[in-house]
């Protein structure tokens, strides 16, 4: 019997997520005005931002996009913001749309590079403890230097290389034959066990690699972008940047490397996964196939690949050019010296980027309604108000925890160090203190907010990727495996913002590390000497 009309436009809905879901994003939308206008524009946006996170928890049932577009134009539909106001944030963010336009291509054409590096690196560390500390470490450090969703997108293309090489030998197809491995049926049942503790591995060096981003990527102005706003705001240099927040960051680097090794040890929060003995011959296989079958313009595309690698790091820690810009040339160059010319060999180095691209807009949007609604300053002004500096700097880190974790870090940094400068030239607060609040934004924003995926970019690129349900990362998952890591780096953070900023950075002074700064009429700051 035919489908009805009626029911087909059901059917098409979504597509293939769970008629609950179905409902619940219908009810959403039916609700949303209703609150918006006869109860509180206030409660509706919060409202609509808790929906938003919904759809982000539901990634695998629905990719966000879908839902939160929708709730997204609802909003702007409403009155809740305005179009020109979500093209105003997705402006001001260019660089990040920029990045993830362009960078993340280009780690595509740098595939054979990544895959040849790692590959050694996880067949020549046995010891799984010493690999994740390895993986963490090696993001930790290439964040002080890079983007964090530029170092995730090495991470994720390595793995799916990982994946991809296990998935097309189990399933019974040589090494040169096309594969889709993302589909499991040829698997048997033992090789189906061996790929799910292959996927228990894969997922715990990823969130190791993901944890170690945020660890690195607040060392240093360069390391996040709110990093940048908040020094640009206090007028600190590369090195001070660093001495300023080392009180905080250096002992949380090494009690989050300590918790890496701990979770591993001890096989807790779904760590400990080892790399099955089958999985690993195929790769041994794999990795001497290669070997063998390298010819010299395989070995040329490696040198260069190298030598553009090079030019990557050198270029994003110079601040040669926006980052974006910097992913546009290592797209040229890749492709240029390697001789991937064909229109359509270029595309497909765009297909994993575009859809979360898409989503940061439609995330942006979220954050146009957060401006426009005021949703945070009922927590700006209270916090402002506590006289008190060192339950001030404490509420200021708990504050910006707190909502990094239900927010864009990258907003919240902004919005605090905006408010905070905004006091400081209203003479609420002195230099001093503005120095030590702006320590307290920057670690609050991006150590507790390793909790959850919308606090992280890294961890929502990660979450939305191809490789998410691949190895079963889900977002539930994801929280569960973080939850250590949240607590150990939010604790020692506010160990280190109550007790260690203020005399340690009296130290710095002393020690001539550091000047005084002092704010002209307009707040910018002016360096004094000591």
Known sequence: MPMSLGNAFIKNFLGKAPDWYKVAII??????????????????????????????????????????????IQAVAIGMTSADKVKHELVANIEVLLLLIFMVAGIYFMKQLLLFIFTKILLGIRSKAALSVAFCFAAAFLSAFLDALTVIAVVISVAVGFYAIYHKVASG????????????EHLSELTRDDLENYRAFLRSLLMHAG????????????????????????????GEFIVRMAPVTLPVFICGLITCALV???????????????????????????????????????????????????????????????????????TSFTGV????????????????????????????????????????????????????????????????????NVFVGTVYINEVKTALVNGLITRDQFDLLAVAI?????????????????????????????????????????????????????????????????????????????????????????
């Open 341 to 408: 010319i064909e229109e359509h060999s270029l595309g497909k180095a765009f297909e994993e980027a575009l859809p979360f691209t898409a989503l940061l807009a439609v995330f942006f949007s979220i954050v146009a309604v957060i401006i426009d609604q005021d949703l945070f300053k009922p927590v700006i002004d209270a916090v402002l108000h506590v006289e008190d500096k060192g339950t001030q700097l404490a509420l200021f880190y708990i504050a910006n925890g707190l909502l990094s974790m239900v927010s864009d």
């Open 27 to 72: 009810a959403f939308l039916a609700i949303n005005p209703f609150v918006f206008f006869f109860v509180s524009p206030f409660a509706a946006g919060w409202l609509l931002v808790a929906e938003f996170i919904f759809t982000l928890a539901m990634a695998l049932k629905c990719y966000p996009l879908q839902p939160g577009g929708l709730l997204a």
């Open 442 to 530: 920057n670690t609050g924003t991006n150590l507790p907010s390793v909790a959850t995926p919308n606090g992280q970019a890294a961890f929502l690129f990660l979450l939305t990727s191809a490789l998410a349900p691949l190895i079963r990362l889900s977002y539930g998952r994801m929280v569960i495996m973080a939850l250590p890591y949240t607590i150990v780096l939010a604790t020692v953070g506010m160990f280190g913002i109550v007790f260690l900023v203020e005399p340690m950075t009296a130290f710095f002074y002393e020690a001539g590390w550091i000047s005084h700064h002092v704010a002209d009429a307009a707040g910018h700051a002016v360096s004094s000497g000591h």
């Open 211 to 238: 944890v170690g981003t945020a660890l690195g990527g607040v060392t240093t102005m360069v390391g996040e972008p709110q990093n940048l706003i908040i020094a640009d705001q206090a007028g600190w240099l590369f």
């Open 173 to 184: 197809k040589v090494s040169n034959a096309s594969h889709d491995h993302t589909q499991d």
């Open 264 to 334: 591993e040890k001890f096989k807790v929060f779904g760590y400990g996964a080892q790399l099955p003995d089958n999985v690993r011959k195929i790769l041994v296989d794999f990795d001497n196939e290669e070997r063998q079958n390298r010819t010299n313009q395989d070995v040329a595309k490696l040198w260069v690949q190298g030598l553009i690698a090079v030019w990557l790091i050198v270029g994003l820690a110079l601040h040669l050019a926006a980052v974006g810009l910097i992913g546009l040339s290592v797209i040229v160059l890749a």
